[in-house]
C-alpha cells in the first residue's frame, strides 16, 4: 500500500508538472515578432511631405507640401518668372495655396493637386493683379522614381483677358528619401485564458524614417497555423493581415489615405 501511495503522489506530481508546461507552452506559443518588408510584396506607402519644384509655363513652382494620415495634401509657396505670350512680356509675381490627395489602384500611386494662384504681373510697365488656377495629376513611375505627371490651368489678368495653359507632361522628383518602400514590424502575444486571442502592437516604418503606430488584435486557429490580425492607428489607418507559417498571405487595408491590397 505504501509503494501505491508512492507512485499515485509521484502521479500527481507528474500531472502537475505536464499541466505547467502545457499552460507555460500555451502562454508562450502567440509571444512572437514579425518583419516584413512590405515592397517585398510590391506594396509601397507614400508621405510626399516635402519641399518641390514643378513646371509652370516658362518657370517653376516652389513650394513645401504636408501631408496627413487620410493622404490629403495641403501646402504653399511663391514664384517670380517671365512668359513672353502674344509679342508681349509678362513678368509675374505670385504666391499660391495647395489642396489634394494621393490614392492607390491596383498597387499604383496616384495624386491629384490643385493649385490657386494670385499675384501681380507686369507687362509693358504696367502692372495687373492676377489670379490662376491649375491641375496637376500624377502617377508613380517604379523604373524611373518620379511622378508623372499632367499640369493644365488657366489664368486671368484683370483688365487684360484670360489664358489658358496645358497640358503639360513632365516628371516630379520626390524626396531623395522617400521612394514608398516601408517595414511593418508586429509584436503580438496570446491572452493565456483565452489562447486563440491575439493582441500586440506594431509599427509601420516609412523610407523617410517616419512611423505609424499601430495597436493590434486578432485571433489564432492552431489547426490551420493561421494568425488574423487587425491592425489600427490613432489617427485612423487600419490593415487586415492573416499570417501563416510566418509569411503574409492576405493584406488589405488603408494607410496615409493609401488602399493595400495583397
Not at 43 to 48: E, F, M, N, T
Amino acid at each position: 500500500m505504501k509503494n501505491t501511495k508512492t507512485t499515485s503522489k509521484f502521479g500527481g506530481y507528474g500531472l502537475l508538472i505536464l499541466a505547467a508546461a502545457l499552460f507555460v507552452s500555451v502562454q508562450c506559443a502567440f509571444a512572437d515578432t514579425y518583419s516584413y518588408n512590405l515592397d517585398d510584396f510590391d506594396l509601397y506607402i507614400w508621405d510626399l511631405t516635402g519641399s518641390y519644384s514643378a513646371p509652370f509655363l516658362d518657370g517653376n513652382l516652389d513650394f513645401d507640401l504636408t501631408q496627413d494620415e487620410k493622404g490629403k495634401f495641403a501646402g504653399g509657396g511663391s514664384a517670380t518668372f517671365s512668359y513672353y505670350y502674344e509679342g508681349y512680356d509678362f513678368d509675374f509675381d505670385m504666391d499660391f495655396t495647395i489642396t489634394g490627395t494621393i490614392t492607390q489602384k491596383n498597387n499604383l500611386a496616384l495624386i491629384n493637386m490643385s493649385f490657386k494662384f494670385k499675384g501681380t504681373v507686369e507687362v509693358e510697365g504696367e502692372t495687373y493683379n492676377f489670379t490662376g488656377t491649375e491641375k496637376l495629376k500624377g502617377t508613380y513611375d517604379i523604373g524611373s522614381g518620379d511622378f508623372i505627371c499632367t499640369i493644365s490651368g488657366k489664368v486671368s489678368i484683370k483688365g487684360a483677358g484670360s489664358a489658358k495653359f496645358g497640358p503639360e507632361t513632365f516628371e516630379l522628383t520626390i524626396p531623395a528619401d522617400m521612394d514608398g518602400s516601408t517595414t511593418l514590424d508586429i509584436d503580438i502575444g496570446s491572452d493565456p485564458a483565452k489562447p486563440t486571442k491575439l493582441v500586440g502592437t506594431g509599427v509601420i516604418t516609412l523610407s523617410d524614417g517616419g512611423t505609424i503606430n499601430f495597436s493590434i488584435k486578432g485571433s489564432y486557429n492552431p489547426k490551420k497555423d493561421l494568425s488574423t490580425l487587425t491592425l489600427t492607428s490613432i489617427e485612423g489607418s487600419k490593415l487586415t493581415i492573416t499570417i501563416h507559417d510566418d509569411d503574409i498571405t492576405k493584406l488589405s487595408g488603408k494607410v496615409l489615405g493609401q488602399k493595400l491590397k495583397l
